[in-house]
């Protein structure tokens, strides 16, 4: 077979053309993702229920999590590092960042689910938000658990919040959550 460019070059024009044109969409890319230009954004949903959470250490591998109030900690359950590790995983994040930013770590979240069937863990000291049903059925319904738990039958006491320190599986311990959309 024969060299269809033999004695020819590849045309210069089409070559200046094309990287013209990928360097065109570089900048504009940039330009868009740098400046927020073009952008399309929609406001965040309406938050439907709310709760604040203290996520409190213990030092048998486990952690309590309690609502925070006037007249102390209320705990509503014992996650365990074998069995809540999504959830405990996700916490770590949060704690990372707050660490990160010298901020304290044993301050309160806020779990909220919003009406349009989101439910995210809020770090109201950063202002980050993760959106837990991007993670699955399983894993969203172990943090609506956490929404709708009532004070846990427990001897411990609640006082001191603290990081977990291990991590684990995730567990869920009802079947598919309210408002999850698969």
Known sequence: MSDPFAGRPFPRGVLIGAAALIGFVIIAAATVRLTGIGATQFPPAPVAEARELL????????????????????????????????????????????????????????????????????????????????????????????????????SREATAPAAPTDSGSAAARSGQAPGYAD
């Open 55 to 154: 996520f409190i250490a213990q030092g048998d591998d486990s952690t309590l999590v309690a609502i925070p109030g006037e007249a102390g900690n209320t705990p509503i359950a014992e996650l365990h590092t074998a069995e809540d590790g999504f959830v405990l995983g996700v916490l770590r994040t949060m704690i990372r960042d707050r660490k990160a930013n010298d901020l304290p770590v044993d301050a309160p979240y806020v779990l909220a689910l919003r009406v349009d069937g989101r439910l995210v863990l809020l770090d109201p000291l950063i202002g980050r938000e993760i959106d837990v049903r991007a993670f699955g059925p399983t894993n969203y319904a172990a943090f609506v658990t956490l929404l709708r738990a009532g004070p846990l039958e427990t």
